[in-house]
């Protein structure tokens, strides 16, 4: 059934618009003379409001709350078979499931909360306490006695404990009572149940084929030009139903994206928030891409899924499946265009502090200064974040000769590319900003003419045998 979004002003019906694609058949609903270019313009809206209530349609309401509330209390006879109804905010900052909580309305408000990136306001007792909404299971569980929900739930939240016959990871990992002698029974199959479904006893009929396995691609875009991006991945970015990323970077991609695709942009700095959102949409069965530049498992966005996936193993996840598409670095691409910089042995240290301490940044540098490798430092320098880079040019003159080749890369695979050849001991802050990677040559890094006058940089994969 097709699901009624409301608007009561230009501002509402712009709001839906931009929610509507990820809810299939809606329609969005315009009071006349305040919205324009909606599906459906009407004139009353209690009228409006209160037949699409009593002909079951879900409704969203881009209003106040307390509007709904009154306009639709003269209809409200059966909660059982209320459709859902829900309050957003015209802003997007608030979504409030109102009505049929049986009916969808909570799983609703979380799709609308995770689209959004906010918490959906949930108060259905026994989702909050239980952590499992026993009445609207997950996609592939149908619940096959619903007549009997209402029993069993006010059972439980009077005290009772349940034993679970089969496996269903959404009910173990809830906050159900679960015990081997509880009083009620939950049983889950794919035959027909041991006991005939009861007050006591809930059958789920689990369906395999019909679980929702949401995708979830981790994707590096590579540097910046397209012919640098790998196929694999512009295929997923092609195939996608939503995009997660940093703004700069979706902007970056914007021509291969279609237009039924949803972009859900964000600062740079909510990497969590971020991963968060990707996985809540994922569960969902969305198909969706994460957005790095370069690669997506160097100082990215793979790091961040996994770190969230770990740290809240939170059961709606474990349909997902999971993949990281690799891309190019900006250090590969920055030493391509200078020869073979890294050619040896080199490593990659990231001057950011702001998920470690200095002090390890500093030991790093030095040891990897004493041990000779080629170095490869992202994040150099940001607008807050300047000294880190002069003192680690003091770290690495105290082991590595001034003369050592050193490579700015800027805006590498972009219009605004620039690339300069230096040495350690000329490396200057002012030569650096938030979009360069800086390659600094081993001891062995040589430099060779080449006939426009730039050098090439190289690195022989020999070191001498002492
Ligand atoms: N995942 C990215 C790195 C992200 S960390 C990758 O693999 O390339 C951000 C840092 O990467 C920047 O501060 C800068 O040091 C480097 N960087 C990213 N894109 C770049 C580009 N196009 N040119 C030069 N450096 C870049």
């Known amino acids: 059934m097709s699901v009624a979004i409301i608007a ?8 839906a618009r931009t929610v509507m694609p990820s809810i299939p058949d809606s329609l969005l609903y315009g009071l ?50 209320e459709p859902p109804v829900l309050a957003i905010a015209e802003d997007g900052s608030a979504v409030v499931p109102l009505l049929g909580g049986l009916q969808g309305a909570n799983d609703l408000a979380r799709h609308l909360a995770a689209l959004l990136n906010i918490e959906p306001a949930i108060t259905t007792p026994g989702e909050l306490r239980f ?16 007549e009997d929900a209402k029993t069993f739930l006010s059972n439980l939240l009077a005290g009772e404990s349940v034993k679970l016959i089969g496996t269903a990871p959404w009910l173990q990992q809830s906050q159900l009572p679960l015990t081997e002698t509880g009083s009620l029974t939950i049983e ?12 006591e006893h809930l059958v789920y009929r689990f369906h395999p084929q019909a679980a929702k396995t949401g995708h979830l691609a981790i994707v590096g ?45 964000s600062d740079n700095r909510v990497e969590r928030d971020r991963a968060h959102l990707a996985l809540n949409l994922a569960a969902q069965g969305r198909s969706v891409a ?28 474990e349909q997902i499946s999971i993949q990281v598409c690799p891309g190019i670095s900006a250090m590969q691409a920055a030493a391509a265009q200078v020869g073979a910089p890294l050619g040896h042995d080199f490593c990659v240290i990231s001057l950011s502090d702001i998920l470690k301490p200095w002090s390890v940044i500093a030991q790093r540098l030095t040891a990897a200064a004493q041990a000779d490798f080629a170095i490869a430092i992202y994040n150099p320098v940001s607008k807050q974040r300047t000294w880190q880079l002069q003192q680690a040019k003091d770290l690495l003159l105290q082991w590595r000769a001034p003369e ?7 805006s590498v695979g972009r219009s605004a590319q620039a690339i300069i050849v230096k040495t350690l001991a000329q490396l200057s802050v002012e030569d650096t900003d938030m979009r360069t990677v800086i390659l600094i040559g081993s001891s062995q890094t040589r430099t060779l003419a080449r006939q426009d006058g730039t050098p090439w940089v190289y690195t022989p994969r020999s070191y001498p045998f002492s």
């Open 8 to 15: 009561l002003n230009q501002t509402g019906a712009d709001f």
């Open 32 to 81: 006349e003379g305040r919205t324009e270019d909606v599906d459906i313009p009407f004139q009353d809206f209690g009228e409006t409001l209160r037949q699409l209530f009593q002909a079951g349609t879900p409704i969203i309401g881009v209003c106040a709350a307390g509007i709904l509330i009154r306009t639709l209390a003269s209809v409200l006879t059966n909660k059982w078979q």
């Open 131 to 146: 952590r499992a909404a026993l009445l609207s299971p997950p996609a592939g569980y149908t619940l096959v006695n619903p």
């Open 188 to 199: 889950v199959t794919e035959q027909d149940p041991t006991t005939s479904p009861s007050p």
């Open 221 to 265: 875009t590579g540097p910046g030009a397209m012919e640098w991006m790998s196929p694999e991945v512009q295929r997923v970015l092609r195939s996608a139903t939503d995009w997660v990323g940093y703004k700069t970077y979706l902007k970056l991609v914007e021509p291969l994206r279609p237009s039924h695709t949803i972009c859900h942009r």
């Open 290 to 317: 994460v957005i790095s530049s370069g690669d997506p498992g160097i100082f990215a966005m793979a790091a961040a899924v996994f770190e969230i996936l770990e740290q809240e193993a939170n059961p709606a996840w």
């Open 404 to 410: 050592t080749p050193l490579i700015l890369a800027q």
